[in-house]
């Protein structure tokens, strides 16, 4: 006598009438649309309060560490990158004495260089997706970035005109807008967020992050100054040199900034992903229960 075996959907483990549309990747656990909380989460909401808690997650130490550690996994493309900032320069140039006016050649440029972050930014939310066992972002399509330009542009309109407004009243409010405001680049970047949008999802994000982001922001904007002096120092020192010395203090002194600047939206960015729990805790962190 055979017995027929009907299967049932499982539940969610919180909420027994409701069905479950994930599983936990950290303890297992079904969750229903309610506990996701963001709809690409792949955690729990009290697996992702102890990962929050976990205050290796966002420790400044670690970011940039982890930054420095992208870019050097993204070295082939910077260095892509880097010859089509150049190549856009030197058309905006041709640009420039063609028109005979500064406005086409300042804006090509302007697009250019939003442009560039933005593949940047969204080539590295591609590789910490792919770590987080995360749909990849398509980086390839030119429409994607083409479309995002003017939103960027537009956040950072905005984001000048709201720290400006901090600025007015004392220097710390200004400081503080500019931390709310950190990490709406990325937002804008990775998921194509409105400029309005992106500011108020930095603003939550960073909640409660603002000390730790500090922590890792603040070397990295005192170390773009830092390296284009030394840069400026080294070609100036090797000027009169045979050509194969000054050519290389060139390279070097160009590599030193590039890098500098590369790593203000690769912490951006790495600090995005993982307030969205969107990339992993590293398991050998230790972690709250």
Do not use: N
């Not at 006598?1 to 049932?8: H, L, P």
């Not at 709201?162 to 220097?171: M, Q, R, T, Y």
């Amino acid at each position: 006598m055979s017995s027929a075996v009907s299967e049932v959907a499982p539940t969610c483990a919180v909420h027994p009438l409701e069905d479950s549309v994930f599983v936990c990747d950290r303890c297992g656990s079904f969750g229903c649309t309610g506990c996701r909380g963001h709809p690409e989460a792949t955690r729990c909401a009290p697996c992702v309060r102890r990962i929050r808690e976990d205050p290796t997650a966002m420790a400044p130490t670690r970011l940039l560490r982890d930054a420095c550690s992208l870019l050097l996994q993204h070295r082939v493309l910077l260095a892509g990158l880097f010859i089509l900032q150049w190549l856009c320069l030197m058309g905006s140039g041709a640009l420039l004495h063609l028109t005979q006016s500064t406005l086409p050649g300042i804006t090509s440029l302007v697009a250019a260089e939003l442009g560039l972050s933005i593949l940047l930014m969204r080539a590295v939310a591609r590789r910490l997706r792919e770590q987080a066992g995360l749909p990849a972002l398509d980086v390839s399509s030119p429409w994607v970035v083409l479309a995002r330009i003017p939103l960027l542009f537009l956040m950072y309109v905005l984001t000048f005109l709201v720290i400006l407004g901090g600025s007015f009243l004392l220097v710390l409010p200004g400081v503080y807008m500019a931390l709310c405001t950190s990490l709406a680049p990325a937002a804008v970047a990775v998921d194509g967020k409105g400029p309005l949008a992106a500011l108020r999802l930095s603003y939550q994000l960073v909640r409660g992050h603002r000390r730790r982001l500090l922590g890792a922001l603040l070397p990295v904007l005192v170390l773009m100054p830092v390296t284009d002096t030394v840069g400026s120092l080294l070609t100036d020192a090797t000027e009169h040199l045979p050509a194969p010395f000054s050519v290389a203090a060139d390279i070097v002194a160009t590599l030193m900034v590039m890098a500098s600047v590369t790593l203000h939206p690769l912490v951006l960015v790495l600090a995005y992903q993982r307030l969205l729990e969107r990339q992993p805790v590293s398991r050998s962190s230790p972690e709250r229960t």
